[in-house]
Structure formats: C-alpha cells, structure tokens
T-cell receptor, first 114, second 112 residues
Framework: NAGVTQTPKFRVLKTGQSMTLLCAQD?????MYWYRQDPGMGLRLIHY???????AKGEVPDGYNVSRLKKQNFLLGLESAAPSQTSVYFC?????????????FGPGTRLTVT | GQQVMQIPQYQHVQEGEDFTTYCNSS?????IQWYKQRPGGHPVFLIQ???SGEVKKQKRLTFQFGEAKKNSSLHITATQTTDVGTYFC????????????WGLGTSLAVNP
C-alpha cells in the first residue's frame, strides 16, 4: 500500500497563476483533509471531506477550492495564486471510528508563489 | 473557540537529558493524539489516549492524559538525536468530531 500520496512535491508559481494539488489514498478512508503549514503556525485546516462528493470549509479556506469526485482522491485548487499562499501543503486521510481517529499524512507539497 | 495550547514552543537539550512537552485544551477532549514531524517530513501518528488518567509508554516516550481529559504530556527520557523534530498534540473538535484541533507544536533540538 502506498498510503497517502501527493503530487507534485514541489512547485513554483507566479502570482495569478492557477494549479491543482492532487492527493490520493489507498486505505479506503472516508475522511480527507488539506492543511497548510507555515513556520510557527502549526497545521491549519483549509478544507476537508467526510465522504465522496462532500466537502467543507476549514479555518483558512479563502483562495482555495476542493473537489472529491472519487473516494480515493481529494483535489486542492488555487485559482489565482498569491504570495501569501507560499506554504507547505499536507493532505491527510482517516477513518473516524469510535476508537480510531488517526490521521495519515502525505509527504507534502512545497509551493512557492513569486 | 476551542483551542489546544502546547508549551514550550522550542526546547534545546543535550543528548541524554529528559524532555517534556505539555498540551492543554480549552475543552474536555474525548481523546488526544500525539504526532511527530521530523525536519522536512510530514506528521506521523505516535499514539492516541482515550481514558482519563491514562498513561502509555513507547520505549523512552511516556504519554499521559489528565484526569479531567483537558491536558496531556509527552515525556522523553534520555533524549537521542533521533528524537529531533516537532511534536504535536491534537484533539477532536467539540462541534464536529471529524476534525482535529491541533496545538502549534513543540520543536525539539538535541545537541550531541
């Protein structure tokens, strides 16, 4: 099992450009999450999904859109990139059972917006 | 809103010294999780505590969940250079248990 994979691993964008980050998991998890991580600010939830076809906003959703057309994939889109979106983006997935809340993380995408 | 606070933010120790990081929640938690992130890596799940007063050990790491289920600690005995990284605690959101509320993490540096 590959677990959680993310593509691309690195990307440099110019202000105003768009891009899509892909997250894929092979663990049949219902829940998937997109976080961004900036120095000193921990992990901040951008959007999440509790199942195929459903998405919800996290704490920092502005400037991002997401889609979950297939259970195993969760896409994060930046329509018009801004320098403030320079960050490391992590995707995570989990079951959400009574005794099992563990989140499994992908390796991350390092995005620079110039 | 619901918050999870961790202290200290940074800790530098000499190899062989002990290390402790503390996690405090503004609300009672059904469970608390701990993750480790190595420099340049991604967070990796360490453990989950569920019961009030629970103590779990993983080799040199000891995890505790407070009696009121609002605080937790991670203690590392005799640190090694392999312990370097950031340690995060996280608990389920009170309003929607399908999200985790994360602490900002404690970054541990170990001098050999």
């Amino acid at each position: 099992n590959a677990g959680v994979t993310q593509t691309p691993k690195f990307r440099v964008l110019k202000t105003g450009q768009s891009m899509t980050l892909l997250c894929a998991q092979d663990m049949n998890h219902e829940y998937m999450y997109w976080y961004r991580q900036d120095p000193g600010m921990g992990l901040r939830l951008i959007h999440y999904s509790v199942g195929e076809g459903t998405t919800a906003k996290g704490e920092v959703p502005d400037g991002y859109n997401v889609s979950r057309l297939k259970k195993q994939n969760f896409l994060l889109g930046l329509e018009s990139a801004a320098p403030s979106q320079t960050s490391v983006y992590f995707c995570a997935s989990s079951y959400w059972l009574k005794e099992d809340y563990e989140q499994y993380f992908g390796p991350g995408t390092r995005l620079t917006v110039t | 809103g619901q918050q999870v606070m961790q202290i200290p933010q940074y800790q530098h120790v000499q190899e062989g010294e002990d290390f402790t990081t503390y996690c405090n929640s503004s609300t009672t938690l059904s469970n608390i999780q701990w993750y480790k992130q190595r420099p340049g890596g991604h967070p990796v799940f360490l453990i989950q505590l569920v019961k009030s007063g629970e103590v779990k050990k993983q080799k040199r790491l000891t995890f505790q969940f407070g009696e009121a289920k609002k605080n937790s600690s991670l203690h590392i005995t005799a640190t090694q250079t392999t312990d370097v990284g950031t340690y995060f605690c996280a608990g389920p959101s009170a309003g929607n248990n399908r999200k985790l509320i994360w602490g900002l993490g404690t970054s541990l540096a170990v001098n050999p």
